[in-house]
């Protein structure tokens, strides 16, 4: 089946859910865009969801705020069920991104039986991208240069997203594009920053391993420049649904 990308193009498959694994700073909501123009299938952030609770404040948002902030993770039964809302819509049938789930083997787990009862309900020749087997994206990157890139992040209210050593904006606090005040991530400090490389290594590390047995990991080299990595995930997705349907 052919699927039409944003920018007219066509690919002559489709990805299917894609989970970007990696920790933070690594790069994984910069190529999680690539990769929405490329094949127009949604990106879904675990942390910008939990952020907008935030900013609502919900029930969940006001729980997380804490966590979120010190750099653990939030409980898996509410991202869980965050993500099973957000799977449910529409847009979600022809494939996903997700970005930054799971993060844990009980999320890979619940995952697992979440799109096990998806290829139940939709056989794989119907054109639904969503009832493909997942795999997941890591992207790998030095420690320190990913401390670098978490202490010198800056964002503005609209996500464009700025780093004072490697892309200042012309005056320094102000958006280049349309003079908004940039912000620092309350979790972007290089004490929250080491809490959530200890979460990763300790809570993600059984995921990627899941992923790994199962023979869907595929890791990519994240410090190379942004169109450089783009192009590897790209022929890695094109090699893995070559021989996985
Ligand atoms: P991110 O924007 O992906 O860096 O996530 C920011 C924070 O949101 C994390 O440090 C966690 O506190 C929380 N979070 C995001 N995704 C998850 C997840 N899948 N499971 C648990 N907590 C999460």
């Known amino acids: 089946m052919t699927s039409h990308t944003s920018d007219g193009g066509s690919v002559d498959f489709l990805p299917g859910p894609i989970l970007l694994i990696g920790p933070p700073g690594v790069g994984k909501g910069t190529q999680a865009k690539m990769l929405v123009e490329q094949f127009g299938i949604p990106q879904i952030s675990t942390g910008d969801l939990l952020r907008e609770h935030r900013q609502r404040r919900t029930e969940l948002g006001m729980l997380a705020e804490s966590l979120m902030s010190q750099g653990e993770l939030v409980p898996d039964d509410l991202v869980n069920d ?34 096990a009862a998806d290829r139940v309900k939709e056989s794989a020749s119907s054109g639904r991208g969503a009832s493909l087997a997942v795999y997941a994206l890591s992207l790998v990157v030095p420690h320190d240069e990913l401390l670098r890139r978490i202490t010198g992040r800056r964002i503005s209210p609209a996500g464009r997203i700025y780093n004072i050593y490697t892309n200042p904006p012309e005056v320094e606090g102000v958006c280049d594009v349309d003079g908004s005040r940039l912000e620092q991530r309350s979790d972007d400090t290089e004490a929250a920053f080491e809490k959530r490389m200890q979460e990763f290594s300790q809570k993600t590390g059984p995921a990627i391993e899941h992923y790994r047995a199962l023979g869907s990991f595929i890791e990519v080299d994240g410090s190379a420049p942004v169109a450089q990595v ?11 649904r070559a021989v996985v349907t």
């Open 82 to 115: 965050m993500v099973a809302d957000r799977l449910a819509q529409p847009d979600c049938e022809r494939g996903y991104i997700l970005d930054g789930f799971p993060r844990t083997l009980p999320q890979a787990d619940w995952l697992d039986r979440y799109t």
């Open 230 to 240: 783009t192009k590897a995930i790209f022929a890695a997705i094109h090699a893995f």
